[in-house]
């Protein structure tokens, strides 16, 4: 048996269930983005027929990563499946992820049915996903108090219909690890597809009694392949397995023989933009990511650890990306230096593409004293997706208390220069007005995220965009752009022409103006 584990996670699915914490589309996009460089397996990345805004999410992550598999949620029903495996068309990989509560809570409360009708409903829910040429994964939620006999049968009758992967949830977090690890056991020596590699045994553990990491590490020590996990362990009432916890216990027992593909140094970086996107604070001394994870505060302990750090660190910082996050570039920063970082940070580019992004990287230091990390991903980033047809070229704006905002721009077309002028309401109304002058066509803008990307009013801020172009939609919703800069209105222009430039023919047939 393989001993890599499959880091498959549920921060956009199961951790965005938390009431208050919703994410829009852009954020989720920004979140899956975050996911990738993080080097998750899997990442679920809603429940497609839940809502409108959940399908929308799952189409834009599939078109936005390409890395990760992108799993959608399913019930044991054919218009979810059906809804997940539309939602799902643009991935390059892909998952259905449908099941049925197995326990007899379940079973009597939920379905007033029997355990051999909701076997049957398991059945041919399986098959009826993988009609749909995507990977199955088939939940039996509940299976933390399902009786092991009868979820062995159900896992088996899953495998046969065509389910490559069994997910087996404490959702109610009841399990003692010694127990979840039994019943991981158990079914590894009675499923038959699971001892031979046909198929894996996943976790889903809850945290409900503090034990969602301990069950998570239990299920792997006892044949389990797949872990799935939130980013700070976010997630309906206690919460989900943290991400962070198991891969760095991972990382930490050197005797253990797992590997697994996440990047660490990602760690801290991946837990402050969920946190701060959920609005939602981390625990002062959560393990990993917390404030106090690598404080130390007592006079013994800071004495040890100025003597040798192994007195009471077992965690160097800069695995987890603490250090390394503070570590900056500036203008004075060579080609070398540049490449050196990239690398660290896990993307790897040719030397063209370097080039291009040596050359945005030293505008951006010109504006911009230092540079971090997310600012290097940055330019990354904004290089690889480079597909522009519609590119801005120059952008002048007049504007302040009591003046008419004014704003002319020039954009290359396909190489062919074009200049407008416009005033409106403020900046950025004039240039998207100038702009229109351009591209005639009939575009709203509908949501827009301004973020500055870590502090200081030098600093470069990132722009989400939706833009409507009501001529083709995809399924309703408008196309989103992203676009960054140390001023905001070119900022917020570069994001506008990054959504037309997903209009072009290849998306909806017509020329770009
Ligand atoms: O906790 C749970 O059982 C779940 C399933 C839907 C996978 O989230
Ligand atoms: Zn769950």
Redesign the pocket.
Known sequence: MSDRIIFFD?TL??GE?VPGCQLNTIEKIEVARQLEQLGVDVIEAGFPVSSPGDFNSVVEISKAVSNPIICA?TRAVEADIDAAADALQYARLKRI?T?I?TSDEHIRYKFNSTREEILERAVAAVKYAASKRCEVEF?A???GRTDNEYLARVAEAAIKAGATII?I????GYCLPDEFGTKIKYLMEHVDGLANGKAILST?C?NDLGMATANTMSGILNGARQV?VTINGV??RAG?TSLEEIAMILKCHHNLPYECGINTQRITAASRLVSSLMSMPVQFNKAIVGRNAFAHSSGIHQDGVLKNTSTYEIIDPKDVGLEEANIVLTARSGRAALKHRLNALGVKVDAIAMNRIYEAFLKLADKKKELTDDDILMLAGADLSAKKHVRLEALEVTTGKGVVPDATIRLSVDGEMFDASSTGNGPLDASIKALKKIIKRTMTLKEMTIQALSKGSDDACKVHMQVENDNHLYYGFGYYGFGSDTDIVTASVEAYIDCINKFRPENDGQDAI
């Open positions: 549920t699915r199961d269930q949620l992820h099941g509560g939940y939620e509940d299976a997910n949830p404490d959702t109610t889903h809850h799935e997630g309906e989900n």
